[in-house]
């Protein structure tokens, strides 16, 4: 068994695979109507063995995601967008974190500064976007 820090951990399938030269998108379905897509290198698919169907894990640190507020549908050039409700809303000395509850009941967590806290009026039972480049989710297969 093995332990990670990264708090935003997604079990999930491939349901899709871009495979280009140097780098592959993988889609990965996470759950409740989510899915998060990993921008990794191709070498990566290939010593992971990542095909479409294969079961992995979506890695993401909490200081990867970008919190938005309201439930608008706006084109960004990040990838992943997951819908919720602030769950969670707590203030450290400089950082805070916010938990987000997605429709699923799965979470995500974001460390952001206490300015954007105050700045996003963020309070539990708002709704809230986090955001997710690509190139920020790792993946992983388990291994036997």
Known sequence: ???ISARNQFFGRVVRLNLGPINAEVGVDIGGGDNITALITRPSVESLNIQEG????ALVKASSVIVMTGD????LSAR???RGTVADCKKGAVNGEITLELTSGKTVTAAITNASIDGLSLKPGDAAVAII???SVILGVATS
Do not use: G, R, Y
Request: charged content about 25%; glycine content about 0%; overall charge positive.
């Open 133 to 135: 480049k690509s190139s």
């Open 72 to 75: 608008a549908k706006l084109k």
């Open 1 to 3: 068994m093995m332990c």
């Open 80 to 82: 992943n967008q997951l």
């Open 54 to 57: 294969s079961e992995l894990i």
